[in-house]
């Protein structure tokens, strides 16, 4: 069974358009998370997200929201696409204990290519 | 902040040793260990905890630091399924967030 999927494995979009990335976790976690991959491989967190709260890293553009449905799931909708969001897409997921001691499971990425 | 890994790069034979590097200028209560294999995702390797607790599998271990800030991770007699991108992962805030290095490339040659 797969533990964190994403749809779709690629996208392939024009500039300006709208695209959804979809994500859904069974494991059980209470906390998701989206992170960009670049070019050179960067793998930087874009948003996380529990049934609590909301934490949005600051250098990320308001084009780009989360929306979780429920537990199991956190999409990310793009608005308006640019060339410079082309990257891999990854979800994440984890349960929170411990300060600092939780591992994250990651999904196997949605390639996103703006032309 | 983003922690500081090193080498960027190594290659090794075979059942040789490597030693990858992570720091960070912040005090770290926590630093996380992932792997990732060409056009996949990355998979969890090992948490090392402040005061010592150590979690992890695989026949990889790690050090931590804490006076430092620094970690770890040793490779030892590698094989060829250890080549990959190697991120250290650092506590960005809460809720788990991980702020990662760079990245290490690892090679691991026949």
């Known amino acids: 069974d797969t533990a964190v999927s994403q749809t779709p494995k690629y996208l392939v979009t024009q500039m300006g358009n709208d695209k959804s990335i979809k994500c859904e976790q069974n494991?059980?976690?209470?906390?998701m998370y989206w992170y960009k991959q670049d070019s050179k491989k960067f793998l930087k967190i874009m948003f996380s997200?529990?049934?609590?709260?909301?934490?949005i890293n600051e250098t990320v553009p308001n084009r780009f929201s989360p929306k979780s449905p429920d537990k199991a799931h956190l999409n990310l909708h793009i608005n308006s696409l640019e060339l410079g969001d082309s990257a891999v897409y990854f979800c994440?997921?984890?349960?929170?204990?411990?300060?600092?001691?939780?591992?994250?499971?990651f999904g196997p990425g949605t390639r996103l290519t703006v032309t | 902040q983003q922690p500081v890994q090193s080498p960027q790069a190594v290659i090794l034979r075979e059942g040789e040793d490597a030693v990858i590097n992570c720091s960070s200028s912040k005090a770290l209560y926590s630093v996380h260990w992932y792997r990732q294999k060409h056009g996949e995702a990355p998979v969890f390797l090992m948490i090392?905890?402040?005061?010592?607790e150590q979690k992890g599998h695989e026949k990889i271990s790690a050090s931590f630091n804490e006076k430092k800030q620094q970690s770890s991770l040793y490779l030892t007699a590698s094989q060829l399924s250890y080549s990959g991108t190697y991120f250290c992962g650092t506590e960005g805030g809460s809720q788990g967030n991980l702020i990662f290095g760079k990245g290490t490339k690892l090679s691991v040659k026949p």
């Open positions: 494991l059980g976690h209470d906390t």
């Open positions: 090392l905890l402040k005061g010592g």
């Open positions: 994440a997921s984890s349960q929170i204990r411990n300060r600092g001691a939780s591992e994250q499971y």
């Open positions: 997200y529990n049934n609590k709260e909301l934490i």
